[in-house]
């Protein structure tokens, strides 16, 4: 019997140790930084999430302060469209984790990035599912962020029609 306890026990520390494979994570609100932009992740109803496995096979996941940032950080990733990436969102109404993909966004709102686009679990009236939602981010990048900066190499970015 004392075999068969330490045995449920160190099962247990193996499960309880064990690391988090699947789904969004718990954000440090305020603390958290949006691995795009490098602002911090401030608004509970508006935040994303990219979760994925890298080249050495383990689970990542980072944070972003919009939706709009995770949709442009993840474009060029060669993981991107693999089942094992995740791209979670919160529900604009009580700031709990959906699947982005499977979302419906609604135009009009604020948000950290101005791309604004809050998430719901449930469709509305015009609201966009996630392939116009994408779509949308993309027509305000272009219109809007023609002199932005190239986060990783520091250089700013220039629109030659200007």
Not at 18 to 29: K, L, R
Not at 97 to 122: C, N
Not at 136 to 160: C, M, Q, W
């Amino acid at each position: 019997m004392k075999h068969f306890i330490a045995m449920l026990f160190s099962l247990g520390l193996l499960i309880g140790c064990s690391e988090q494979t699947t789904g969004p994570i718990e954000v440090h609100w305020d603390r958290d930084t949006c691995e795009r932009c490098r602002m911090v992740v401030s608004d509970p109803k508006h935040s994303a999430q990219v979760r994925y496995v890298n080249e050495k096979n383990k689970s990542r996941i980072h944070s972003f302060d919009d939706i709009g940032c995770a949709v442009i950080w993840l474009e060029d990733k060669p993981w991107r469209d693999t089942a094992s990436t995740e791209i979670w969102v919160t529900d604009h109404r009580d700031g709990k984790w959906i699947d982005a993909t499977t979302a419906h966004y609604v135009k009009g709102h604020v948000t950290p990035m101005e791309y604004g686009l809050g998430a719901q679990k449930d469709p509305v009236a015009d609201s966009l599912d996630y392939r116009a939602a994408k779509e949308h981010i993309y027509s305000i990048e272009t219109r809007f962020n023609k002199h932005g900066v190239d986060l990783e190499s520091g250089a700013h970015t220039h629109n030659p029609g200007e």
